[in-house]
Each structure stands twice: as C-alpha cells, then as structure tokens.
C-alpha cells in the first residue's frame, strides 16, 4: 500500500458512494470484449534495494549508460546540477502545481516564474520574458510566427547553421500556415552567408543561431543589421543558453527576440526531455508574446503581489485573438534554471562558461596536433567540428562499444559533411578524458 494510499475500508466506502459492488463495476460501460478477462502477468513484488540493483543493470545495458564517456552536445548538454538545486526542485509544493490560474491560491509558483522573467531577461539582454515555453524548437517556431502578425509579411529567413532539428519544427509550424521559408546558406567558416539578404524582399524575420549548430559563435551585430535593412525583426536563437555567461546578450546587438533551449541551466538531459524553451523580447512587442507572462502589482491593503498580466492563449481568450496555443509553460523546468542561475550568480556563471570554453579549445588544440582538421576557423564556445580521416565511422563504432560517444555524425544532416563529428566538452570532463579521447581517436 505504500504507492496506493487508500484502505481497503476507504474503497469500500468510496464504492458504495457510487453504488458500485466492487472495482469492475465502475468499467461496466466497457464492451466486455474490450476488457481483459485475467490479470496481468507480473513477476513477484522486489524489495527497494533489489528493485535498485535492478535498475542499475538496466542503465548498464545501455549505449551510452552512465559509466559511458559522452562528447557529445548539438542541443543537449550535460553539465553538473548543484545539490541545492535537486534539493529545492523536489519539495512538494513545487513539484505538484501546474499552471497558475488562481493567483491568490499560487503567490508562491507565481513568484518563482517571475523571478525566472526576470534573471531570464538579465541574462539575454532583453526588456522583457515570458513565463517560458516547450522547448528551445518550438520556441523558435513561435517566435517566427510572432514576427509575422507582427510585420504583417509572410515570408522569413532561416540559417542553415540553425539545429537542424530545430528548423524541422519550424517547418511544422510554418507550412500548415502557408508562411513562406527561405534558408541562408553557410559559409566556409561556418557562419551563416547574409548576402542572399539582399536577394529576398518582403522578409517579416531573419533567425540565426549563435553559437550555432556547429559550435561557431556568429556576428549577431551584422545579422541584426541586415534583418533591421529588409524592414525585419532580427530572431537570435540558441541551444546552449550557459554560453551567455560568457558571450555578449543577443539583446545588446540588435536582437528583437532571443529564444532557445535552456536545459543547460539545472534540467536534467533525461534521454532528451523534457527541455525548457526560454523567449525574450522588446517590451513593445510584448502583447505579441506567446504563452504567459507574470507581473507584479500592489493587492487592496497595499502588499506586493504576482498575476499573470497576460495569458494570450486561446484558452485564455477567444481562439481568434489568441498569439498561441501554448498549454503548459514547463514551470518545473523554468524553476530549476532559476534555481541554477540564482545558485551561480554573475561571477558563477561567467567562471562556468569560461572553463567549458577553455576545455573545447584544449581539446580542439590537442585533435590538431594528433593530425585531425578543424574545417571552421570561427571562434567557438564548447562544441566544435572535428573533420577525420576517411573510415572513421568503423573507428566510431568500436569506441561505442566501448562505452564512448565520439560526437555526433554530421553526414545525416549536412551530406556535404561526410567524415565531419560535432565534439561537446562542458566542465564534466577532466583533462584525462580529454587526453584519452585523442588516443582513442587515432586508434
């Protein structure tokens, strides 16, 4: 009884509220052909610490399980999570409220959500965020719908050096719509070519990611100024929000919106999900924000409060004027990163960002030296593109067998880069995994 509260008294009685004899009675309504005549085929309860061991072999049966060395990031970063913020996130007055609809029954999940506003907002260089969304994809894919009831154009600009996974949701997102894409080729350096700009006319959104998909970190300032040339909103997005510990805010280059993942920030990767899609914005386009927003005001005897200012959602109001069909703002995840980001402050974070910089690079350096390329010249923050020898993907496979993942295989979504691997390295890896993963890679 210890996962199912109830008595076999407390059962009874609620039964007999019903008018039910017994459990089956309430699946009457069920076709009884519907139903499953026996009981499930279980094996015998376990003890806790026997359930433990079993759980343990399992994650050992895994490829990349967690005695495995993984260098591996493109929008999914493992990082160390402080103890202060497991500790706080699993207390059960976080944990069990879902959306904020009775602002005076939910002071204490308001305030959070507006404390991740505001750090959020710090941290991007922005006026104004909102109460956060899905994921970093479909933050994106918002925000270029955004800039088009913005604009009143139904046409945008889409970086190839953005995830490419990301631009198949945007793609989901715009094509139902019949909102037109157009994608900016990469240079060889691996930023985004902005000259096709001065070809397109009618655009309502640039979106270019910084550090991008191949670890390069971009000229934001120049994207803004083309975007702002072409009458459009300049979209800054991003996978790996930690990178602005260090870099500069998107916001202080010209950015009209900035949106990404923030799973860096405190989230478990959990085999993928679920994420933390953070948006910023300028405060004149806030009634055009997606999602929530929480504010802060004074009740009737003069004490601060928190509400949620706007809800432009369409369950919210009429499903015509709504800016988005956003049911859940992740509130969980939204108050982990504020957690994280409180627990490092400023100094943290910048101390933080510059140690995952300096490991790609000491990492990079040695790969040089072993005889390895290293096709894009740009500045990059903690994952770079590695180009290896022909036959490399055997090697790969070995080292998978060994319980290492030595990047990612950039030939399934840029063909051109055959024998390419995107490297991750963050403050979990120490200079002796770094040294063995080059051996390892030379065979």
């Not at 500045?379 to 593109?385: G, K, M, Q, R």
């Amino acid at each position: 009884m210890r996962y199912l509260p109830h008595t076999s008294d407390e059962i009874a009685s609620m039964l007999e509220a019903v008018g039910a004899g017994d459990l089956d009675d309430l699946y009457r309504t069920v076709p009884e052909g519907c139903r499953r005549a026996r009981g499930l085929e279980l094996p015998e309860a376990l003890t806790e610490w026997e359930l433990t061991g079993l759980a343990a072999s399992l994650a050992g049966r895994m490829a990349a399980g967690p005695d495995a060395r993984v260098f591996l990031g493109a929008g999914s970063y493992e990082h160390y999570i402080p103890a202060a913020v497991s500790s706080l996130l699993s207390r059960s007055e976080f944990v069990t409220p879902y959306t904020p609809y009775q602002p005076e029954m939910s002071q204490g999940t308001l305030q959070a959500v507006y404390e991740y506003q505001t750090l959020t907002a710090r941290l991007l260089g922005m006026e104004v965020a909102n109460a956060s969304l899905y994921d970093g994809a479909s933050a994106l894919a918002e925000a270029l719908l955004m800039a088009v009831r913005i604009k009143k154009r139904r046409k945008v600009a889409v970086s190839r050096a953005v995830h490419p996974l990301y631009r198949r949701v945007v793609r989901t997102y715009l094509a139902p719509a019949g909102i037109e894409w157009v994608e900016l080729p990469c240079l060889e350096d691996g930023r985004t070519d902005l000259a096709m700009l001065h070809e397109v006319e009618g655009l309502a959104a640039v979106a270019v990611q910084s550090p991008n998909f191949f670890g390069c970190i971009e000229d934001l300032e120049a994207a803004g100024k083309e975007a702002h040339g072409q009458g459009a909103l300049f979209i800054s997005s991003f996978t790996e929000a930690l990178a602005y510990g260090l870099l500069k805010a998107p916001g202080r280059l010209g950015a009209d919106i900035v949106c990404g993942e923030g799973q860096s920030l405190g989230v478990w990767q959990s085999f993928g999900g679920p994420g933390l899609g953070m948006f910023a914005t300028k405060m004149a386009y806030v009634r055009s924000i997606p999602g929530r927003l929480v504010g802060q005001g004074l009740d009737a005897e003069g004490r601060r409060g928190f509400v949620l200012t706007l809800a432009t959602r369409e369950q919210h109001i009429r499903r015509e004027k709504a800016t988005s069909n956003i049911c859940t703002n992740q509130s969980l995840c939204a108050l982990a990163a504020v957690m994280y980001m409180a627990a490092l402050g400023g100094a943290g974070m910048r101390e933080l960002a510059g140690l995952n910089r300096d490991k790609a690079e000491y990492l990079k350096g040695e790969l040089r030296k072993a005889g390895f390329r290293i096709p894009f010249a740009r500045p990059t923050f903690n994952e770079f593109v590695v180009e290896c020898p022909p036959g490399f993907e055997k090697r790969y496979e070995r080292l998978l067998e060994q319980k290492v993942v030595a990047g990612l295989p950039l030939a399934p979504y840029y063909p051109e880069l055959e024998n390419h691997y995107l490297l991750c390295v963050t403050e979990t890896k120490t200079r002796e995994d770094l040294d063995e993963l080059v051996r390892e890679m030379q065979g």
